[in-house]
């Protein structure tokens, strides 16, 4: 069976504090898991104000469907992040 792996690094220009990072990657997660049934959580969760990493896993017997689902989750991603003052500068899809 894959698994899907999906990484997405956020730029948060508007954040001034840790509270503000936390504000933006929370309802990034609450939306992604409500919306599509994945696992979510941050990655590497530092300090730094005005960046996070966040990874999306889901797992599938069909390939075809988990790249399909990967690339929503990723539209959505974008879409929320802009909505909230971020930016989404990278994410890639690994398979296992």
């Known amino acids: 069976m894959p698994i899907a792996f999906l990484t997405i690094e956020l730029r948060i220009e508007g954040a ?3 509270k503000d990072k936390r504000q933006v990657v929370r309802s990034l997660k609450d939306r992604l ?9 941050e ?7 005005q960046r996070a990493t966040i990874g999306v896993v889901s797992i599938s017997s069909s390939r075809d469907y988990l790249d399909g689902l990967m690339k ?12 909230n003052g971020a930016d989404l500068t990278d994410a890639f899809v690994d398979f296992i």
Request: aromatic share 6%; net charge neutral.
């Open 72 to 83: 929503h989750v990723e539209r959505e991603a974008t879409r929320v992040a802009n909505n």
């Open 16 to 18: 001034h504090s840790l």
């Open 33 to 41: 898991r409500a919306r599509f049934n994945v696992a979510v959580a």
């Open 43 to 49: 990655l590497d969760p530092d300090h730094a104000w």
